[in-house]
């Protein structure tokens, strides 16, 4: 199939993973089957790795914590970045975690129920294993926008206090 309908099979996904094979056929012209087709050859080639929605989790009663952490590592001989990064990734408190250039090496993002599991997290599991060399920890105070999405829109109208001479 054309790269380019490849790309804006997934462009429509980006925005709304709820539409069918048949409503992206009808807004690409092609057949439900051509689109099934090639959104099961993109699960398989792991071009598409999942369908996730985004929730605005501080309008639920659900407590919890995201943090950022910045973590230095001695990287591995023939390995790289590669091999602590997996066992990075295979806690299950991480949501992310990104090889950065810059001051340091990986973004973990994790999630906790309270502060006191995120440093838990950060002092029993990830300071001690052998590559890390050290951690900065930054807590997410408020989510305004994730994945492009708008989380909580902006105060429509003024509302500053009229100063009149």
Same mark, same amino acid.
């Given at each position: 199939?054309?790269?380019? #309908?490849? !790309?804006?099979?997934?462009?429509?996904? !980006?925005?709304?993973?709820?539409?069918?094979?048949?409503?992206?056929?009808?807004?690409?012209?092609?057949?439900?089957?051509?689109?099934?087709?090639?959104?099961?050859?993109?699960?398989?080639?792991?071009? #598409?790795?999942?369908?996730?929605?985004? #929730?605005?989790?501080?309008?639920?009663?659900?407590?919890?914590?995201?943090?950022?952490?910045? =973590?230095?590592?001695?990287?591995?001989?023939?390995?790289?970045?590669?091999? #602590?990064? !997996?066992?990075?990734y295979n806690f299950e408190e991480v949501?992310? =975690?990104?090889?950065?250039?810059?001051?340091?090496?990986?973004?973990?993002?994790? !999630?906790?129920?309270?502060?006191?599991?995120?440093?838990?997290?950060?002092?029993?599991?990830? *300071?001690?294993?052998?590559?890390?060399? *050290?951690?900065?920890?930054?807590? =997410?105070?408020k989510k305004y926008k994730d994945h492009g999405i708008v989380l909580e829109k902006?105060? *429509?109208?003024?509302?500053?206090? =009229?100063? *009149?001479?």
């Amino acid at each position: 199939m054309q790269q380019n #309908i490849r !790309e804006s099979i997934l462009m429509y996904l !980006e925005k709304d993973s709820r539409l069918l094979p048949e409503d992206l056929a009808e807004m690409l012209g092609l057949t439900p089957d051509m689109v099934a087709a090639e959104l099961n050859a993109m699960v398989d080639e792991r071009v #598409i790795c999942g369908f996730n929605t985004l #929730i605005n989790w501080d309008l639920t009663n659900r407590a919890y914590v995201s943090a950022l952490i910045e =973590v230095k590592v001695t990287p591995q001989r023939g390995m790289g970045f590669d091999k #602590i990064a !997996e066992r990075i990734y295979n806690f299950e408190e991480v949501k992310a =975690v990104y090889l950065m250039s810059g001051g340091f090496d990986l973004t973990v993002i994790i !999630e906790g129920k309270s502060i006191k599991d995120i440093a838990y997290f950060v002092s029993d599991k990830l *300071s001690p294993l052998e590559s890390v060399l *050290s951690t900065a920890t930054h807590f =997410v105070l408020k989510k305004y926008k994730d994945h492009g999405i708008v989380l909580e829109k902006g105060r *429509s109208r003024d509302e500053r206090m =009229v100063v *009149s001479p």
